[in-house]
């Protein structure tokens, strides 16, 4: 897997791209869990599209109550990122 992995990812550990989010998890304290609309602007969808990643397993979190809704930790979401991040391939000419 290092093969594919850029030499910057390997000095990081944050795949290309990423950074910026990232950043912003680490920001956070340890111990606070974000919010369903707080987790949809970062990944910049809609909070529907946040919910069903949590309730079909994709994205780890904790539901609180229907009405509390879900919350998700920092690391579970740098998981969630790194899983589903894909590097965009050069076009052949």
Not at 29 to 44: G, H, Q, W
């Amino acid at each position: 897997m290092i093969d594919s992995m850029s030499t910057a990812e390997v000095e990081s550990g944050v795949p290309p791209g990423l950074e910026a989010l990232f950043a912003r998890l680490d920001a956070l304290p340890k111990d606070e869990f974000l919010t369903t609309p707080e987790v949809a602007e970062l990944f910049r969808v809609k909070e529907r599209t946040v919910g069903t990643w949590a309730r079909t397993g994709r994205l780890a979190g904790v539901m609180i109550s229907r009405s509390g809704g879900w919350r998700f930790s920092p690391a579970d979401l740098k998981a969630f990122a790194r899983r589903k991040y894909t590097a965009a391939q050069p076009v052949p000419a």
